[in-house]
């Protein structure tokens, strides 16, 4: 079971960013000095330190499967996008290329994190409170020697792309002028591209109608 939940990787995100990713076949990396959690961006930067790093950069994607966590939190109201990659595939691309790593992220006690040694510094990007633990993210990580670099493309495939999933939100006009926008992008014509059902699902309704009875 485990080995089916990782078999995919979830970018939740902008859907200017979406169409950057697919138009321009890249992944953008941020800096993380302006995440939300002040104790991973702390870690970012001990990172940098000693792995004697100019900047490190990110990109933070999730194993889990579909959430309204996810979507609340990690996109911008009805116009989210999530771009679900096959992770094996991506991994082999990203692999290849020079100062780029990913892993799963690990969630820790303080006091599991005391008990680890310094020669486990690598780990540094990849761990985080178990308060985290719900959102089972998986990350890419980029050290480069230039200093204050904000930003960093990674070029990739889109054979490594499962779908395209529209959020809960998006009204059915919307949705339908974007499949077409999405698939007049060269490369795009036969992604797959699907409307969350997560708020607003016939097939949950309907069970739900059965068991109330006649």
């Known amino acids: 079971m485990a080995r089916d939940l990782d078999k995919y990787v979830r970018r939740y995100t902008t859907l200017s960013s979406a169409l950057d990713t697919l138009a321009q076949k890249r992944l953008v990396l941020l800096s993380p000095s302006k995440w ?5 961006v702390y870690f970012m930067e001990l990172y940098r330190s000693v792995s ?9 994607c999730t194993l889990a499967t579909e959430t309204y966590h996810h979507w609340r939190v990690f996109t911008q109201g009805m116009e989210g996008i999530c771009l679900e990659f096959e992770r094996r ?3 082999r691309q990203l ?14 006690k303080v006091g599991d994190l005391e008990t680890l040694h310094s020669r486990e510094a690598d780990r540094l990007p990849y761990v985080k409170r178990e308060g985290f633990s719900d959102e089972r ?15 960093k493309s990674v070029a990739i495939e889109l054979t490594s792309l499962n779908r395209v ?26 992604i797959r591209i699907e409307a969350s059902r997560l708020t607003n699902s016939e097939r949950w309704k309907s069970a739900g109608k059965a068991l109330a009875g006649p």
């Open 36 to 40: 939300d959690d002040l104790n991973d």
């Open 52 to 60: 004697n790093a100019g900047s490190v950069l990110a990109l933070c």
């Open 89 to 91: 595939p991506l991994e």
């Open 95 to 108: 692999s290849i290329l020079p100062g780029i790593e990913m892993r799963k992220v690990d969630y820790l």
């Open 137 to 151: 993210e998986w990350r890419i990580v980029s050290t480069c020697a230039e200093s204050a670099v904000m930003a």
């Open 165 to 190: 999933l529209l959020n809960p939100w998006m009204p059915p006009s919307l949705a339908d002028n974007l499949r077409s926008l999405i698939r007049s992008i060269p490369g795009c014509e036969s």
